[in-house]
């Protein structure tokens, strides 16, 4: 992973040299707070040695017990579903990955009358073991299979904690299971059994995805002008500071799109606290630049552009053409126009004034997607211990847990009688 920050000096908002060079004193102490996290396996911290304490052979050991399927399903939702699903959206493989990672009944429906239910592993997933939406799916797609005569109970694979419902079920009827790793928030869990049981049971290197990890990991130092990972935590950190409130993560690869919902999750769960964050905005490179770019240029300059690419693409032609004004299309080839969009892009937004930071890797495998991940994630530790959030919790989001149990009868929450006192404005 290679970040290049010259398109984040003298804009607005933007940084200069100077303002690295101070910083850098104290990313070099969030680097030792960083790494004696890592080294005491403290809570949170223990995500950034996951590239060492993930176990390939026993996520192997737990899929080989199934004949390879035609498709699996992971039924989760958050960090329990989106690692997995930026793997097996980024890599191809001929084994069909789905995921139930919201209670729709219009897509749950479509979704299981498509499946081939007997030649289908569910992976249902859940850190807490308690999460409704992922508990209701499940309960929802065992039917299915029992009503298409399907025993549930061989096509099921459990990743949770130690205790919890799923725990008390993969016990019961003897299931294959995986742990969830101690001290590791579900944002943060892609490189561990979360992310990489989908990704072995699909035929990827699980392996090449933790090295990828460990050139992460050996990649932090005590400077962010020697570590990539920290170079970027820090520019959007500093940029946040100067009022860069959204960070528009802009991935020029349709195989990267599902990280950008990845990385929304992990920077808006973490930094999202006592008021301050930035907020992540999902885009698209080329596509959104028929879309959102004209904010991004021309709106508030209150945002800051993340292009990511893979600098090694497929070759696909295009054709030579004699259509008016297009000519110059021809001989050229898919991979060429977009990269020329990324750089055109990239130089409008500087040319706007608007700070834009390239991320690149060189092609989108398992290694790089491993390194990625995991230099994310650091960054994202990084950013967090300069703004002196606290990284791995999410509190906020419990609240809206109570109310919904609330409203279902699940106890008796304040929260679901707040609902009731909604202010109305009704326009029919
Ligand atoms: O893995 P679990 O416990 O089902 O949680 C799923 C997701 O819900 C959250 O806890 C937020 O409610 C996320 O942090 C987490 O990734």
């Known amino acids: 992973m290679r970040v290049d920050l010259g398109n984040a000096l003298e804009t607005t908002p933007g940084l200069t040299t100077a303002t690295l060079d101070r910083l850098d ?8 707070r960083i790494a004696g996290g890592m080294a005491d396996d403290e809570f949170g911290y ?50 069909d990955a789905y995921v139930l990672d919201n209670v729709d009944p219009d897509d749950a429906r ?24 992922t508990l209701a799916n499940f309960l929802v797609v065992r039917e299915a299979m029992a009503d298409a005569g399907v025993d549930w109970t061989e096509r099921t694979l459990v990743t949770t904690g ?20 101690d001290g590791v928030p579900g944002r943060f869990s892609a490189l561990s059994t979360v992310g990489l049981a989908v990704a072995a049971l699909q035929g990827h290197d699980v392996e090449a995805v933790l090295a990828g990890g460990r050139d992460g990991m050996e990649s932090l130092a005590g400077s962010l002008y020697d570590s990539p990972a ?19 993560v802009m991935p020029y690869a349709e195989s990267l799109e599902t990280f950008a919902e990845w990385f929304a999750q992990l920077w808006a769960e973490s930094l999202g606290k006592d008021g301050l964050g930035q ?23 209150d945002k800051l552009v993340s292009l990511i690419r893979p600098t090694e693409r497929a070759e696909v032609g295009i054709p030579e053409t004699d259509l008016d004004g297009l000519a110059y299309l021809g001989g050229s080839s898919l991979g060429g126009l977009l990269d020329a969009e990324f750089e055109a892009t990239e130089a409008s937004l500087a040319a706007a004034g608007v700070p834009n930071v390239r991320v690149e890797i060189d092609r989108v495998d398992e290694r790089a ?17 300069l703004a002196s959030v606290s990284t791995f919790t999410q509190p906020a989001v419990e609240w809206g847990k109570k109310a919904a149990r ?21 326009i029919d």
């Not at 009358?113 to 939406?133: F, Q, R, W, Y």
């Not at 419902?165 to 299931?175: E, K, S």
């Not at 885009?283 to 021309?298: E, F, I, M, P």
């Open 406 to 426: 609330g409203l279902l009868g699940g106890g008796d929450f304040a929260e679901a009688e707040a609902v009731e006192q909604k202010r109305e404005l009704r």
């Open 279 to 301: 907020t992540p905005a999902r885009a698209l490179g080329a596509t959104d630049q028929h879309s959102q770019l004209q904010l991004y240029r021309a709106g508030p300059p």
């Open 369 to 385: 997607l491993g390194e990625l991940l995991f230099g994310m994630e650091a960054a994202c530790v990084l950013y967090g211990e």
């Open 162 to 181: 130690e205790e919890g419902n799923l725990r008390r079920l993969a016990d019961r009827h003897d299931l294959p299971s995986l742990p969830v790793p």
């Open 25 to 32: 004193d104290r990313v070099a102490a969030a680097h030792e």
């Open 230 to 248: 920290y170079a970027y935590g820090a520019a959007t950190y500093a940029l946040a500071q100067r009022g860069a409130r959204t960070n528009a």
């Open 46 to 95: 223990a995500a950034l040695t996951l590239p060492e304490t993930a176990d390939p052979d026993a996520i192997y050991a737990a899929v080989d017990g199934f004949d390879r399927p035609e498709a699996v399903l992971t039924v989760g939702i958050g960090g329990s579903a989106l690692g997995a699903a930026t793997l097996s959206n980024a890599l191809e493989s001929d084994v």
């Open 110 to 133: 479509a979704l299981l009358a498509d499946l081939p239910l007997g030649d289908t592993v569910v992976n249902v997933v859940s850190k807490s073991g308690t999460t409704a939406e």
